[in-house]
């Protein structure tokens, strides 16, 4: 098979993972705390055929696919249960199996126990992995997570961070799962905002062009790889001849 068809197939591939990645930002556009998913592109030097004239065979392919953690805009609700983060940490939560999550969402609720959920249902963690327990009827969120509640106690809402967030795997919707060799830890000085809300730190627009300048080499991918196929089948055909 000609290594150009295989240049062109291997372009199409990565343009159709990056469209994945690109339609997941935009479907997540309205997602409180969203952070957007990057695609970074790397060009593969065809071994077997480079010479010292530079002439092998690029192929390309996805080298990594990122989270971009820069701020979004907080935007005041007067909500009492709209939590936005401002700068470095995340939420800790607690699906219904006991599998733990980092997000950034903080338009939460409370059940039926007062227990702190996040939109999704998940519970929302305190120190030692407690559900946070917010009894009362009106309570006050300081920077630092503090909740003074009716009662006269003080209930606090951590937020967590990591040496290397590059470790966190996505999970879709503004879930993230902790890597093994970054563990979580407690952000020193956390600055928790009462009645605000994060948005996500994606861009609309500059999603769109990012989809139609991928949609176009995708498309430009899939006509090099019917040139080469009819090539492939005239080639077939001379050497039939005779």
Do not use: C, W
Not at 46 to 71: L, W
């Amino acid at each position: 098979m000609s290594s150009g068809l295989y240049s062109a197939l291997s372009a199409a591939k990565s343009r159709l993972a990056m469209m994945d990645t690109i339609t997941e930002n935009l479907a997540n556009v309205n997602t409180a705390g969203f952070k957007k998913g990057q695609s970074v592109f790397a060009a593969v030097l065809d071994g077997q055929s480079a010479t010292t004239a530079a002439k092998g065979i690029n192929f390309t392919k996805i080298r990594g696919q990122f989270s971009d953690f820069s701020q979004g805009t907080l935007t005041q609700t007067g909500m009492p249960l709209d939590l936005g983060i401002n700068g470095e940490g995340f939420f800790k939560v607690r699906d219904a199996g006991g599998n733990l999550y980092y997000t950034r969402q903080g338009n939460m609720h409370r059940d039926a126990q007062f227990n702190l959920r996040a939109l999704n249902g998940m519970q929302v963690l305190g120190a030692g992995d407690k559900p946070i327990n917010l009894p009362g009827t009106d309570f006050a969120v300081d920077v630092e997570g503090n909740v003074a509640l009716d009662n006269g106690s003080v209930e606090n809402i951590p937020i967590y961070t990591f040496d290397d967030k590059a470790t966190l795997e996505r999970r879709g919707g503004g879930l993230f799962v902790a890597g093994e060799d970054s563990p979580a830890k407690p952000v020193e000085r956390p600055q928790i905002l009462q009645g605000h809300l994060e948005a996500a730190n994606v861009q609309s627009m500059e999603e769109v062009v990012l989809m139609m300048e991928s949609l176009r080499i995708f498309e430009a991918g899939q006509k090099a790889i019917k040139t080469y196929d009819t090539l492939a089948s005239k080639a077939d055909e001379l050497g039939s001849v005779g």
